[in-house]
């Protein structure tokens, strides 16, 4: 059994900042990418950030310079720290990470359950 848990969700004033985390656990050999995406009602899924086992990161082009992606391989997590957030902003933010359960086993992607972020303007 894999959980994939987010926290840190809340409601903020626009300019100011959130720190999202999230955390895999149960049964894990490896995790190889971990990401960020949200998603508004009306409106597909959207990547905001990715990082490898390895530490590249890639971001979507909206939170480049105000998101900053970082992991700590050792606990499994994912952290999202969003600075000068605008109410665009505003959205479930979901994690995301592609885990190996076993050693000679596939990898299969695993979802958060989501958090709320919304900027108030």
């Known amino acids: 059994q894999v959980q994939v848990v987010e926290s840190g969700g809340g409601l903020v004033q626009a300019g100011g900042s959130l720190r999202l985390s999230c955390a895999a656990s149960g049964s894990i050999f490896s995790i190889n990418v971990m990401g960020w995406y949200r998603q508004v009602p009306g409106k597909q899924r959207e990547l905001v950030a990715t990082?490898?086992?390895?530490?590249?990161?890639n971001y979507a082009t909206s939170v480049k310079g105000r998101f900053t992606i970082s992991r700590d391989n050792a606990k499994n997590t994912v952290y999202l720290q969003m600075n000068s957030l605008k109410p665009e902003d505003t959205a479930v933010y979901y994690c995301?990470?592609?885990?190996?359960?076993?050693?000679?086993?596939?990898?299969?992607?695993?979802w958060g359950q989501g958090t709320q972020v919304t900027v108030s303007s």
């Open positions: 990082v490898t086992s390895g530490g590249l990161t």
């Open positions: 995301n990470a592609d885990i190996q359960k076993f050693v000679l086993g596939s990898t299969y992607t695993y």
